[in-house]
C-alpha cells in the first residue's frame, strides 16, 4: 500500500458559507515543531504522522501532516467496535467546547474515503491554539484508512481545497508566527522526521533554501520545468503539488514516456501497476526535476527511486509513474511526494506564496 492524494470530491456545494474560526496563541512563542513518526512497510516509508491536540480538556490524537489536502478530520465513530470508542478516535461527549453542525462532510483521495459531519471545536498544534477549528467529524472510513497507525489526515494545503472551505490550521496560524512559514524533514528507513511551524531548522539542511513560486493557491502547486535523467532535461515542463502526503511521484504519462526514454533498456511494465515502469538495475541513472526560478536540478535519491526488482531479471521497477491528473484549473498536474522530498527540506512558505528546498541532511 502506498499513501496517495490525487483530485478530491465532495458532496458540498460552493455556495455554503464557511465556518468561522478563532485564531489565539497561548504560549508566549510563535514557532514550535512537531515530531513525526516514519511509519515504514515493506521497504517503503508510507506516511509521517504526529500529534495535535483537540477538545476541551486537550485529547491527544496523531495525524498524517498533508500538504496535498486541506481538511483536518479524525474518526469519532466507531460502527465495527465493541464496547468503547478506541483512543486513537476523537470523543466528543469528553469536549466541552465542541460544535456539532448538519452539514455532510466527504473527501475521496487516491487511497481511500472518509465521509461525517462537519464540527468545530479548539485545536492545538505545537502550542499554538485556534479556537472554534472547522473540521470533519468522522463516522465512515474506508479500509485504506482504518489499516492507517494515524487517527486522522491534518491538511496544510491552501483553503481553495478545503472541502470544509474553512481556513486550514496552518493557514491561519501564519499570522502569529515569527516566519510566515513551515517546513518538512522527512527521514529515510528511520526515525528523526519533523515539522518545523515559524522557522527553519539548519540541523536538517545544508546550503541555500532555493524558492519557486506557487502558481495557484490550492494545492502548493508549482511550475516544473522539466524532468531531467543523467543531467540533460527531457519532455516538457508541467504543474506539480508538492504533497508529503503522498509516498511516491506521479507525473504525466507523457512525461513519464520521455523520462524513462531517455534511460536505454527501460520499458513500460504494465504488470507492476498501471503507469509503472521498469529500467535495468545496473543502469543505476541520476532522475530529478527542475522548477522556475531555480537554477538547481533536485534529484530524486536512487535508494528512494528505486523501488525493487522487477519480474524480468536484472530490471527494477522506477518510482516515477505515469498518471494524468489535473489541477483545480483542468490543468495537467504532477504529484511530488516524499520520495523526493526525503531527499530534499522542503518550506512552505505564506510570503509569496511559495515552496522552497535545500539539500536535506
Known amino acids: 500500500m502506498v499513501k496517495a492524494k490525487y483530485q478530491h470530491t465532495s458532496s458540498l456545494a460552493t455556495t455554503v458559507e464557511p465556518l468561522p474560526n ?41 495525524v498524517d501532516f498533508d500538504t496535498g489536502s486541506a481538511d483536518l478530520w479524525v474518526p469519532t465513530v466507531c460502527v465495527n467496535c465493541d464496547g468503547d470508542l478506541p483512543e486513537t478516535y476523537f470523543h466528543t461527549e469528553q469536549s466541552s467546547t465542541y460544535q456539532q453542525t448538519e452539514r455532510p462532510f466527504e473527501i475521496t483521495y487516491g487511497s481511500g474515503e472518509v465521509a461525517g459531519t462537519i ?14 477549528q472547522t473540521l470533519g467529524a468522522v463516522n ?9 497507525p494515524s487517527s486522522g489526515i491534518l491538511g496544510l494545503a491552501f483553503q481553495g481545497i478545503a472541502q470544509t472551505q474553512a481556513p486550514p490550521i496552518v493557514q491561519q496560524l501564519h499570522q502569529a508566527l515569527d516566519q510566515p512559514l513551515f517546513a518538512f524533514f522527512l527521514s529515510r528507513q528511520t526515525q528523526g522526521a519533523v515539522l518545523t511551524i515559524g522557522s527553519t531548522d539548519t540541523s536538517h539542511y545544508s546550503g541555500d533554501i532555493t524558492y ?45 514516456t520521455a523520462l524513462y526514454a531517455a534511460i536505454p533498456g527501460a520499458r513500460s511494465d504494465p504488470d507492476e501497476g498501471s503507469g509503472m515502469y521498469a529500467y535495468p538495475c545496473a ?19 536512487l535508494r528512494d527511486f528505486n523501488l525493487g526488482p522487477a519480474s524480468e531479471q536484472d530490471m527494477c521497477v522506477g518510482g516515477v509513474i505515469g498518471m494524468d491528473i489535473t489541477d483545480t484549473n483542468d ?8 520520495e523526493f522530498l526525503k531527499s530534499w527540506y522542503s518550506v512552505y512558505s505564506f510570503d509569496g506564496p511559495r515552496v522552497g528546498f535545500a539539500k536535506a541532511k
Do not use: C, H
Not at 511509519?39 to 509521517?48: S, V
Not at 468545530?120 to 472554534?132: H, I, M, N, P, Q
Not at 490543468?331 to 516524499?338: F, Q, W, Y
Open 212 to 256: 519557486t513560486s506557487v502558481t495557484t493557491e490550492s494545492y502548493w502547486e508549482v511550475q516544473s520545468t522539466g524532468s531531467v535523467v543523467n543531467g540533460k532535461t527531457v519532455g516538457q515542463g508541467f504543474k506539480a503539488a508538492i504533497d508529503t502526503g503522498t509516498t511516491l511521484i506521479y507525473i504525466p504519462t507523457s512525461a513519464a
Open 140 to 148: 465512515v472510513v474506508s479500509q485504506q484508512f482504518t489499516n492507517d
Open 119 to 132: 464540527a468545530k471545536d479548539t485545536a492545538e498544534l505545537s502550542g499554538l491554539r485556534v479556537t472554534s
Open 331 to 338: 490543468e495537467p498536474l504532477a504529484i511530488i511526494g516524499d
Open 283 to 301: 543502469s543505476n541513472p541520476s532522475v530529478g526535476f527542475s522548477f522556475a526560478g531555480s537554477p538547481n536540478v533536485y534529484t530524486v535519491d
Open 22 to 62: 478563532t485564531l489565539t496563541v497561548n504560549r508566549r512563542r510563535s514557532s514550535g515543531s512537531v515530531q513525526l513518526v516514519d511509519y515504514i512497510q515493506d521497504g517503503l516509508d508510507l506516511e509521517y504522522y504526529g500529534g495535535i491536540s483537540l477538545g476541551t480538556p486537550a485529547q491527544q490524537l496523531t
